[in-house]
Nanobody, 127 residues
């Protein structure tokens, strides 16, 4: 089992940047595929980015491609989401998620495929 804690959210102006972190407990973080999702008020949770446990593979939602970058540091048991060129429509609560037991190149884009979730961190982008 793994516990996830997100941090790094906050208020930023449009065009600015933020880096979110998701710290995981446990000694087997390197075996977990990780993902980021977000949920804006009144909207369904949507896929943002995902990375395989090896870091070899990544995938992005269409709305963030070219602006966001997911990465991981297995030595620190942390996954990151670098968010650049932020837009007001990026305002949401951002969640990280984890799934163990996959092949090294597998990334997951469906929230139902993940077993563990963090509590979320608020990102607000002002216009």
């Amino acid at each position: 089992q793994v516990q996830l804690v997100e941090s790094g959210g906050g208020l930023v102006q449009a065009g600015g940047s933020l880096r979110l972190s998701c710290a995981a407990s446990g000694r087997t973080f390197s075996s977990y595929a990780m993902g980021w999702f977000r949920q804006a008020p009144g909207k369904e949770r949507e896929f943002v980015a995902a990375i395989s446990w090896s870091g070899d593979s990544t995938r992005y939602g269409d709305s963030v491609k070219g602006r966001f970058t997911i990465s991981r540091d297995n030595a620190k048991s942390t996954v990151y989401l670098q968010m650049n060129s932020l837009k007001p429509e990026d305002t949401a609560v951002y969640y990280c998620a984890a799934k163990q037991g996959l092949r090294r190149w597998v990334v997951l884009v469906r929230q139902d495929d993940y077993d563990y979730w963090g509590q979320g961190t608020q990102v607000t982008v002002s216009s």
